[in-house]
């Protein structure tokens, strides 16, 4: 089956522990995102990565960080750092043009105890 | 600041009828627009994309937009039970990448 797949499906973080969300896609696409989605609002921006080994910041990226080390994989680790971290995490990903459409995987929902 | 702004409803529509879900963007330079449906507690799925002034029909979706205006649209024809969700739309700009800019969403609730 190709698609994007993201792990685990629910997580639960003690305050002050980092914990890293999987993203793996098999679609061989370049580009590929992580948004945050609270209750009721909209998705945000946290990173984004169009190659191997480079990625940018998005518009809420403090206490989150990424690797791409591998086309196919994309994670995120969500630091103590970040003060308010419990939401609904979402991986995307876009073949090589800048016009096409991104692609969401099913999302990890973290809740911090 | 780039926005993206819905009506976050909800918007009631009984089934049969057509749903209107507009969407207004701050960014005169976004190029292609999306619309999404997420069901609750799931991701968001595509369902139209549009690029060019005018209409762009799907079925039983129809995707509208007017860049003089700023305003983009999707219309739901003969609504189903299925069709509740909320409904995102997403501007795509393009500086050196593709970033998308979301809407809140509306939830849609159609009532049989």
């Known amino acids: 089956d190709g698609g994007i797949t993201q792990s685990p499906k629910y997580l639960f973080r003690k305050e002050g522990q980092n914990v890293t969300l999987s993203c793996e896609q098999n679609?061989?696409?370049?580009?590929m995102y992580w948004y945050r989605q609270d209750p009721g609002q909209g998705l945000r921006l946290i990173y984004y990565?169009?190659?191997?080994?480079?990625?940018q910041k998005g518009d809420i990226a403090e206490g989150y960080s990424v690797s791409r080390e591998k086309k196919e994989s994309f994670p995120l680790t969500v630091t103590s750092a970040q003060k308010n971290p419990t939401a609904f995490y979402l991986c995307?990903?876009?073949?090589?043009?800048?016009?096409?459409?991104?692609?969401f995987g099913p999302g990890t929902r973290l809740t911090v105890l | 600041q780039k926005e993206v702004e819905q009506n976050s409803g909800p918007l009631s529509v009984p089934e049969g009828a057509i749903a209107s879900l507009n969407c207004t963007y701050s960014d005169r330079g976004s190029q292609s627009f999306f619309w999404y449906r997420q069901y609750s507690g799931k991701s968001p799925e595509l369902i139209m994309f549009?690029?060019?002034?005018g209409d762009k029909e799907d079925g039983r979706f129809t995707a509208q937009l007017n860049k003089a205006s700023q305003y983009v649209s999707l219309l739901i024809r003969d609504s189903q039970p299925s069709d509740s969700a909320t409904y995102l739309c997403a501007a795509s700009i393009i500086q050196g990448a593709q970033k998308l800019v979301f809407g809140q969403g509306t939830r849609l609730t159609i009532n049989p």
């Open positions: 679609l061989n696409h370049d580009a």
């Open positions: 549009i690029y060019s002034n």
């Open positions: 995307a990903s876009r073949p090589g043009r800048v016009t096409d459409t991104q692609y």
């Open positions: 990565s169009q190659i191997v080994n480079d990625f």
